[in-house]
């Protein structure tokens, strides 16, 4: 991708795709079993008009698994759990695995300046700016065009343009493209229905709806519209699944940068969920990369969330083509967040 082309879409990105992070629900009722927490999910998903996928394992066991409602309204067609959805920010993760995978050859540094790799902007906070910074929203790029808007690592500033340069640092250290590096990460590890949208194989797309001022839902024609790196991969329930599994085991990277992966680098303040703690690509609540941690994402039509519980050894993947009341981001993320507090209450 040209930096033409980025200087057009960071101006799209800042207002229409939203990182969200980990949340936290206050909730007195505990699940005591996996029984219960079944019973508990389906009441979530009927009472709250959730049209998507829900995927819960733990282990190599299946504990729920459940398709609701249309992949394409139009037409009526039905979701299965093979419909592939744009997962929005959890694609930062991917990203940062790829990058880390660099890093771990010898590739990169994290202490790395930009400007070894980006020669194309001309820009002297290139010589400011790490490899680190932008994996943890604290590099203060707003525009390639235009000064910094703080001390790279003073503060933290939600960016999809940072990723996009991460991209493009592993495309001028590897001579591939990022669709490329992307493509061999999946295939290797047999991640068949998870795709960069560059590659036309995937077969099973789904269509993303948002509602309206009116509430009527309409077919969202740009939810492809983000920077890949950022927030435009296309998976299905099941490899994310996987994708939580291979990582958490260390089979993506090693433990020592997995440990660097869930590490607070930054605390945002959200105006949702309180406060959240950001490492490289997985967010957690302080004090709580034990119990849950992972991602929630938007793209415009899809709302997702794709956690693990370490303590409980669970995943949990939530994946829906509908996106409801989108000034009251609590209510578009109700069922997720719901779902997410009932496993966290799983007594075992």
Not at 71 to 89: H, R
Not at 278 to 301: H, R
């Amino acid at each position: 991708m040209s930096l033409k082309i980025i200087i057009k879409l960071s101006k799209y990105v800042l207002t229409a795709c939203i990182l969200l992070g980990s949340c936290h629900v206050t909730n007195k009722n505990t699940v005591k079993n996996e029984n219960q927490l079944k019973k508990s999910i389906d009441t979530v998903i009927k009472s709250n008009n959730f049209n998507g996928v829900v995927l819960l394992t733990k282990g190599n066991n299946t504990l729920y698994s459940n398709s609701t409602g249309y992949a394409d309204f139009e037409n009526k067609t039905l979701l299965s759990l093979n419909s592939q959805f744009v997962i929005g920010s959890i694609s930062k993760q991917i990203t940062a695995v790829l990058v880390l995978q660099s890093y771990e050859l010898g590739a990169i540094k994290l202490e790395d300046t930009i400007n070894e790799y980006l020669t194309d902007i001309n820009q002297p906070w290139t010589k400011d700016v790490t490899i680190h910074h932008l994996l943890t929203h604290t590099h203060g790029i707003v525009d390639i065009q235009k000064p910094l808007e703080f001390k790279p690592g003073s503060q933290f500033q939600y960016s999809q343009l940072g990723f996009e340069l991460l991209a493009h640092i592993l495309e001028k250290v590897t001579g591939k493209t990022f669709e490329q590096l992307s493509t061999a990460l999946f295939n290797v590890h047999e991640l068949t229905n998870t795709f960069h949208p560059y590659n036309k194989q995937y077969k099973n797309l789904v269509k993303g709806y948002e509602q309206d001022e009116n509430g009527t839902l309409n077919y969202a024609t740009n939810s492809l519209d983000n920077f890949v790196a950022a927030g435009s991969f296309i998976s299905t329930v099941s490899d994310l699944n996987k994708w939580n599994i291979l990582l958490h085991s260390g089979k993506l990277v090693k433990a020592e940068t997995l440990e660097l992966m869930s590490t607070r680098y930054a605390t945002r303040q959200h105006p949702i969920f309180s406060t959240i703690e950001y490492g490289y690509g997985l967010l957690f609540k302080e004090g709580e990369a034990k119990k849950q941690i992972g991602a929630l994402g938007y793209a415009p039509g899809f709302v997702s969330s794709c956690h693990y519980y370490p303590e409980k050894d669970i995943n949990l993947v939530i994946l829906e083509n509908t996106a409801y009341k989108l000034n009251d981001f609590k209510t578009t993320f109700k069922t997720h967040t719901a779902l997410m507090e009932l496993v966290k209450s799983l007594n075992e």
